[in-house]
């Protein structure tokens, strides 16, 4: 799918941040839904819109809508050509929502506007009947600033009134007849009813119940009977498969004792439920993991007996340890157990707060404290180390423009200082963040905001961009307070940029090119470039790493970037108005990164192919071109 870049603007973080009473500003207009039908006939579409009433400078508006997804199935969302959601709308078709924040394009126009549509949203009916629209977590700003107490600038928020939902109603769906015949046997029905009944009091005796009714089973099961059949054994499976181990509590710990006998009988009824499945030709998911859930928000430990461990390991099983915002999930033989009475898993949280230093703010989001020990008799002792590696999976809570500034971090006990995992994955749309781990320790998700002074030299979405590069640990200052927006960037810079970008491993310096020397900087990061053709150099076995980049230059590298990565791009039907200008070995590159919205020009359409690239332009450039990367 062709990707649409977006301009990140600074000023959209207002949406989503608390402000003073003293700094709000009462709103004469309203907004209102409206729709373009009010009945619901099945298969046709309906259109919902958002209209602004007479406000005054609304610059800025987060808002979430909500819909029954049992009646509506999202299609699209269309935005006045005023405003931007910078692609940070957020549709979620399980819970029903779309969350949106819009910016307005013009800061400067603020007069009062009569009614105007500030976005439309369009859905399928799925089922007649009667449904309710609504907005809710609304939050509204101006463009008129204030000091907050930080001694920064802020917007002033808008009250705006209450936006009242509306209601769709169609024809009801006509009740099935009685009397209709169906190709599911009444009394298969019941039995899978029981089931499901026991599934409620003891997940052991729904699988018996289960294992019963397939035992019974003779002939060909028709397609209803295995589709009811598929959806019971899935809960069940799932349920053998997870467990939440009754908890003690000993000095403010919750403690909780995995049952050998019970897991062993729980894993070996879903193993045998799984064949007799299969057998009937009935397709249900399968995993390897077994679940240890514990839902107490506090320090907290499991104990698994070697016994536990054994059977597992025997049966090619892994574990995963889940408390709220935390997953560890291990191979048993990751861990040196054959001498061990018992390994504990030890969760405790910790203190949430904020760090200050070198002009860098970390805001914790979620940090915890995790070990695994080993027990022998009387002695513990931590496990330093694991035969394979552990996977973590940390979870947060942050809207869709905080969260571009949060990572993954580690305490180092020796430095005594939190360190930035480069190896961390986000997943925006779940919200959590994994890595791959040989050991256990301290880790968290902090916020990581960087104050350079001379950020106000430059355009907004440069800040934007510096910000959430130097959060993200791929670029730096010139120094601890100023980044040098204006200053030019060498082409050794550039290529560590790109290899940052790329989340390359560096190769270790072969001597490629003449003007290079092996213990320079720079080296790793263009033998790394080189290798993945990334740059080619200037002729004559050079390549001027000292020298300023050109934007044509930077052009092809991003262009090789981009489709190193697997992404098509296609030429853009129109050039730039100086493209006569541009090498004719930069062209085709130049276009296709116009084409797909990572180059933009410096204004009257013009690229200025011979100039320097600015060290702002070139954080731009990497924030578009990893954000492509994301785009599937």
Not at 220 to 249: D, F, H, M, N, Y
Not at 474 to 491: F, L
Not at 610 to 626: E, G, N
Request: glycine share 6%; charged share 25%; hydrophobic share 35%.
């Amino acid at each position: 799918m062709k990707k649409k870049i977006f301009a990140s603007i600074q000023i959209i973080v207002m949406l989503v941040t608390l402000f003073a009473p003293l700094n709000v500003l009462a709103a004469a207009g309203k907004i209102i839904l409206s729709s373009d039908t009010q009945e619901l006939s099945l298969g046709s579409t309906v259109k919902i819109t958002l209209e602004a009433h007479q406000i005054e400078d609304l610059f800025g508006l987060q808002f979430q809508m909500n819909y029954d997804k049992e009646y509506l199935q999202y299609q699209s969302y269309t935005l006045s050509d005023e405003y931007s959601s910078f692609d940070a709308v957020q549709v979620d078709t399980e819970a029903g929502t779309i969350f949106s924040p819009l910016i307005r394009k013009n800061i400067e126009n603020k007069n009062k506007q009569d009614s105007f549509e500030m976005a439309s949203f369009v859905f399928t009916v799925k089922k007649e009947g009667k449904t309710n629209i609504s907005v809710s977590k609304v939050k509204a700003i101006s463009s008129e600033t204030f000091i907050n107490e930080f001694g920064k600038k802020d917007m002033k928020i808008l009250s705006i009134p209450e936006i009242q939902p509306i209601t769709l109603q169609g024809k009801i769906e006509k009740e099935t007849d009685s009397t209709t015949t169906t190709d599911f046997s009444l009394d298969m029905k019941k039995e899978l009813e029981k089931a499901e009944k026991l599934l409620e009091e003891d997940v052991q005796k729904a699988a018996e119940a289960l294992l019963g009714i397939l035992n019974k089973a003779t002939g060909t099961l028709s397609k209803g009977e295995q589709e009811e059949i598929r959806k019971v054994a899935t809960e069940v499976i799932q349920q053998l498969q997870s467990i939440s181990p009754k908890i003690i509590t000993e000095e403010g710990k919750a403690i909780a004792k995995v049952d050998a006998a019970f897991l062993t009988k729980n894993m070996e009824i879903a193993t045998k439920l799984l064949e007799k499945v299969k057998a009937k030709g009935i397709t249900v998911p399968e995993t390897n993991i077994l679940t240890v859930a514990m839902k107490e928000e506090k320090s907290s430990e499991i104990q698994f007996q070697k016994e536990v461990l054994t059977f597992m390991d025997q049966h090619n099983n892994h574990v995963q340890v889940q408390f709220p915002n935390i997953k560890v999930t291990f191979a048993p033989n990751a861990i040196e157990y054959d001498d061990t009475d018992q390994i504990l898993f030890q969760m405790t949280p910790m203190k949430k707060g904020e760090i200050k230093t070198n002009n860098i703010t970390y805001t914790d989001y979620n940090t915890y404290d995790i070990d695994m020990v080993r027990v022998i008799g009387k002695q513990r002792s931590k496990i330093n180390q694991f035969n394979k590696k552990v996977e973590l999976q940390l979870h947060y809570q942050a809207s869709p423009l905080e969260e571009e500034k949060l990572g993954l971090y580690y305490y180092n006990e020796e430095k005594q200082s939190w360190e930035y995992i480069k190896q961390g994955k986000q997943d925006k749309q779940n919200k959590y963040f994994t890595v791959s781990l040989e050991q256990l320790g301290s880790y968290g998700i902090f916020h990581y905001a960087k104050d350079y002074v001379d950020l106000d030299q430059t355009y907004t979405e440069a800040r934007y961009a510096i910000e959430v590069l130097t959060a993200k640990h791929m670029i730096k200052g010139v120094d601890d307070s100023h980044y040098a927006p204006n200053q030019s960037v060498t082409r050794a810079e550039f290529a560590t940029l790109l290899v940052n970008a790329m989340d390359f491993s560096l190769k270790q310096y072969q001597g490629v090119f003449q003007d290079v020397q092996g213990t320079a900087w720079y080296a790793p990061y263009v033998q790394t470039a080189y290798e993945a053709g990334l740059i080619q150099g200037q002729g004559e076995g050079k390549y001027n790493p000292q020298g300023k980049i050109t934007r044509e230059e930077m052009a092809v590298m991003i262009a090789r970037a981009y489709e190193y990565k697997g992404k098509e791009a296609t030429l853009a039907t129109d050039g730039f108005t100086d493209e006569g200008e541009i090498s004719s070995w930069a062209k085709e590159a130049a276009r296709k990164m116009k084409a797909e919205g990572l180059i933009k020009g410096v204004g009257n359409n013009n690229f200025a192919p011979k100039k320097d690239t600015l060290r702002s332009d070139a954080a731009v450039m990497m924030y578009r071109l990893i954000n492509g990367f994301e785009v599937q």
